[in-house]
């Protein structure tokens, strides 16, 4: 009984502890955010006059109405898409069982762990000879083949335990395959899509790399590479940073906490999948 | 009824000549718009980065083939050497870490997994997860400053001469990078072998204690081995994480000071486009890749092996 009761103890003193570590930068970047800017602060110190208004200069500064309107459409060009296709195929490689679907699943598959600077050199110079470079397409194109493999492969998941007397017996009635895509396995398959849908909007949202390399115009970029442009030009005004960066992270702060439960649920099936 | 019985046969049948249709060109077809995208802006990305390390170029003029010049330079050329050694130094930092230390706090606070304490803290412990890893760099930069909230925490317990810059000093500024990627991936490590944990039939444990096994023999003898799926997962999240890190280094020491802290990943970025290097970034993004297939795969392995 004792030992139970210490243990759950030591349990609840490592919990405190562990989310103490995990917030403390967000509360550093909250407290410098308030300083009078272009100051240095040192460490954690409760500024005597609190600057509340360097979050509105740096909402400014990052120009963050254009940003979120960018950001928002780069997600809307590349995650109903990819759901979409990777729908499709998942349905096609592990419910129909299309010829050849082993071979064709390896093939993504293979896909599945390569890193991004692995081909973003050749990536430069497609982008560039399709005229794209400095558009949103720049980064939505790209990020719909790149995260195919993630989204057939997940979708494959759900639809290889999916029973075969399913779609006889809508077969029997006379639908087609599309129709018995569309109206029976679609709607049977809205948990794992919306995971896939989670997963896919934070992927996209956080992507740095291709944003930086693609799209020179910080506009024009996701929220991730946005902040890296901020960085450059405010680097040596540390509240100013703290603020835009503070700012910058809030979208997906908020949808997280809205979500915080299907997003806990995907991203945990998520890695386990992947 | 004969009839009807014949029609439902002749149903049956075409019923089953569709199925075999949605096999061949019709399943095809749901395929080929995901094949196609993946065929365009990764396979054939994939191909041209073997092509491109094969030569000489610098982007703009003509192209030299230099066989595989490029990749004797990636394994002599101490810069781009260098670079695959911090990578898998990182791993250090970025799996071992995450990976032990989430083996330990998860099976300390087991007992109290569904308490609203430890539901809170689930939320708190994938803040890192969500949030932009450039913002992660951005916040970790500024406490690892001379000025920064780490070294006011060290001098607040006495440990006031190890004060530094810890980014900007050669010594330690690959270890502090490490640690922004483990802060960043030891709560979702934590908390999916605390999933994995909670799949254990409690019965195991019953026996063990039985047995007299104290509260370590449970954890080496139980816990770990039960635990196998979800350690290889953590174990290539974060290798890989390690592996082609990015985004933190960037932000953080642009592989600075000195190259102490660069790693493949920004190396491919500066040939690539500050040097116009384009072979050698090609060879380096070759070699990278190999090594993330060379690492994930016997990770796999060695989970299926366990299951079967």
């Given amino acids: 009984m004792i030992t139970a009761w210490r243990e759950a103890w030591v349990g609840r003193l490592l919990l405190v502890g562990m989310m103490a570590v995990t917030l403390l930068p967000f509360l550093s970047l909250f407290v410098t955010a308030l300083h009078p800017s272009g100051a240095y602060p040192a460490g954690l110190a409760w500024p005597d006059d609190p600057q509340w208004g360097n979050f509105l200069r ?46 064709i699943f390896l093939l993504f598959v293979l896909g599945l762990t390569l890193p991004f600077e692995g081909v ?52 029997m009635d006379g639908a ?55 960085q450059g030009q405010w680097g040596t005004d540390i509240p100013l940073l703290c603020a835009g960066s503070l700012l910058i992270l809030t979208p997906t702060l908020v949808i997280f906490l809205i979500f915080q439960r299907h997003f806990v649920k995907a991203l945990l099936q998520g890695s386990l999948k992947g | 009824m004969t009839r009807s019985a014949g029609a439902r046969s002749s149903h049956r049948r075409t019923a089953a000549t569709k199925l075999r249709d949605a096999r061949g060109l019709v399943g095809w077809l749901f395929v080929a718009p995901a094949l196609a995208f993946y065929a365009v802006f990764v396979l054939r990305p994939i191909t041209l980065t073997f092509q491109y390390s094969l030569y000489e170029w610098d982007g703009i003029g003509a192209s030299t083939w230099v066989g595989l010049a490029n990749y004797g330079k990636v394994f002599t050329d101490p810069d781009l050497f260098d670079s695959l050694v911090n990578a898998f130094q990182l791993i250090v930092f970025f799996s071992a870490i995450p990976v032990v230390l989430g083996l330990a706090i998860a099976a300390t606070i087991r007992r109290i997994a569904e308490s609203r304490l430890a539901l809170v803290a689930r939320t708190v412990l994938f803040l890192p997860q969500v949030i932009p890893l450039v913002a992660a760099g951005i916040a970790w930069s500024w406490l690892l400053a001379s000025t920064g909230v780490i070294n006011q925490l060290l001098t607040l317990i006495g440990l006031g001469g190890v004060t530094r810059a810890w980014l900007g000093d050669f010594a330690t500024a690959l270890p502090a990078v490490g640690m922004i990627g483990a802060w960043v991936l030891l709560g979702l490590c934590t908390l999916l072998l605390l ?42 999240v974060t290798v890989i994480a390690a592996l082609a890190s990015f985004d933190i280094i960037y932000i953080s020491t642009q592989g600075g000071p000195g190259n102490t802290t660069m790693v493949p990943g920004l190396q ?16 380096l993004a070759v070699v990278l890749m190999a090594l993330v297939i060379a690492c994930a795969l016997p990770i796999q392995w060695f989970a299926k092996d366990g299951k079967r």
């Fill in chain 1, 58 to 103: 740096a909402f400014e500064a990052a120009n963050m109405g254009e940003l979120l309107k960018s950001s928002a459409l780069i997600v809307l060009g590349v995650v109903p898409i990819s759901i979409l296709l990777g729908t499709m195929a998942g349905f096609a490689i592990g419910h129909l069982r299309v010829i050849g679907a082993r071979v």
């Fill in chain 2, 268 to 283: 491919i970025f500066y040939l690539a486009f500050a040097e116009r290097e384009v072979g050698m970034a090609s060879a």
């Fill in chain 1, 120 to 171: 973003i050199t050749p990536l430069y110079y497609q982008i560039r000879d399709m005229g794209l470079l400095n558009t949103r397409w720049a980064i939505i194109l790209p990020l719909i083949g790149l995260f195919m493999p993630f989204s057939v492969f997940w979708m494959r998941a759900h639809f290889v335990n999916m029973p075969g007397e399913l779609s006889e017996s809508a077969r």
């Fill in chain 2, 195 to 236: 999933a994995g944990m909670s799949k254990i039939d409690p019965a195991l444990y019953e026996a063990a204690r039985l047995d007299g096994a104290g509260a370590w023999r449970e954890f080496i003898s139980i816990t770990v081995p039960s635990l196998r799926q979800e350690i290889a997962v953590c174990v290539t």
């Fill in chain 1, 176 to 230: 087609n395959v599309w129709q018995l895509f569309r109206r029976i396995h679609v709607p049977l398959a809205m948990p794992a899509i919306s995971s896939l849908g989670i997963l896919l909007f934070l992927w996209t949202w956080n992507q740095f790399l291709l944003a930086i390399v693609l799209v020179d115009d910080p506009t024009k970029r996701t929220m991730s590479g946005a902040l890296g442009a901020f």
